[in-house]
């Protein structure tokens, strides 16, 4: 269904203008007979202005806002819920489109504070080690639930990046995902920088592709295990995307100048952190230009995955530093609200 059909007043639709493109919001003008310009007008309202109601569109005229009053609304929440960290990371509830809330976590870290955005209600690819993962999917983010999570944070001014590393798997709901960057990255939407922006994958090699093709942001790809069984047994995704079909697939990209590419590694103890791994994690990636972020994993409540023990991951990283790799520890942040890597779930709040 187009913009328009879902604005036809015969259907009493009420269209969401937060997160429209400005190829939507000119279809939208057109179908209530506004002039060209009030198109423009209404992105700078939406994305630069950040109104919350059509009644503050101030420059367009009191009849043409009553008109678009009939057919839309803006369509911005605020989060319904916070818990702060004592790291400084802040993890908020948003409510979602498709029903029930998703987590966005707020990390500041000295001149850099990242926004962790979700872009499903659940996720389809039933990480073993996930919690998102073992809740259940009941929906995608629409572009404008995305933003939402920019727009309402109310760290919203301070941010200088942004990393879609939530709940969902992006390019499972990849037409929302790549508005949203069109959004984000148009000088008439947010006007972020592409470099700003890492989106990540379980390795949706489809979506990851038209992703590459279209924009200039960074991708992540969440690699976990060289070995395609002991991955599989971890990674259900892995069946329909072999990680070495991934990889393949990004060697015909060139990652040598804006774009950044990266591989996290969620370091488990005694299961993907050995020399035998780290060997093979090498010869996997061997001349790609790209670096690899080595995760410490956060126990998860009946989980029988345990985060490896810091002395291995040392051991872990140094053998593939060894192999002429770049790599990184990272410590995940806002353990003790259940903000870290892989800890995002609307299940334990009752709130699905
Ligand atoms: S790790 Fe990512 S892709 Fe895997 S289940 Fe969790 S949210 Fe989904």
């Known amino acids: 269904m187009s913009q328009v059909d879902s604005v036809c007043p015969a259907r009493r639709e009420v269209v969401r203008l937060f997160g429209m493109r400005l190829e939507a919001l000119q279809e939208l003008s057109d179908s209530l007979h506004f002039p060209r310009y009030a198109a423009m007008q209404m992105a700078e309202w939406l994305y630069h202005r950040k109104v919350a109601s059509t009644d503050d569109m101030l420059n367009l005229s009191k009849v043409r806002r009553a008109q678009l009053q009939e057919v839309a609304e803006v369509g911005v929440a605020a989060p319904a819920d916070v818990q702060v960290s004592a790291d400084g990371a802040r993890k908020y509830l948003f409510p979602a489109s498709p029903g029930g809330f998703v987590e966005t976590v707020f990390i500041p870290d000295g001149e850099r504070a990242t926004a962790c955005i979700s872009s499903q209600v659940g996720c389809r690819m039933g990480c073993a080690f996930c919690m998102t993962g073992r809740q259940r999917f009941t929906g995608n ?79 992540a790809v969440s690699l976990h295990n060289p070995f395609d069984n002991e991955r599989a047994a971890m990674m259900p995704v892995q069946h329909k995307y072999p990680i070495s079909e991934v990889v393949r697939t990004l060697r015909r ?90 800890m995002l779930s609307t299940l334990k709040n009752n709130v699905q």
């Open 253 to 342: 990209y060139d990652f040598s100048d804006y774009r950044r590419l990266s591989f996290e590694y969620i370091v488990f103890d005694g299961l993907n952190d050995t020399p035998r791994h780290a060997d093979a994690l090498a010869a996997l990636l061997k001349g790609l230009p790209c670096r690899i972020n080595l995760i410490r994993f956060h126990a998860i409540e009946g989980s029988a995955f345990r985060g490896a023990p810091e002395e291995r991951m040392l051991d872990f990283q140094r053998r593939l530093q060894s192999h002429g790799l770049q790599v990184t520890i990272r410590h995940s942040r806002g353990e003790d609200i259940m903000a870290a890597c892989g």
């Open 141 to 219: 983010l629409s572009s404008g639930d995305i933003l939402n999570q920019l727009r309402s944070l109310p760290e919203y001014e301070a941010l200088t990046n942004v990393v879609y590393m939530g709940m969902g798997e992006p390019f499972d709901n990849l037409d929302a995902v790549l508005e949203s960057i069109e959004v984000l990255t148009a000088p008439w939407g947010f006007g972020m920088a592409a470099r700003r922006i890492t989106v990540s994958t379980a390795g949706v090699i489809p979506g990851m592709e038209e992703f590459l093709r279209r924009t200039r942001c960074h991708l």
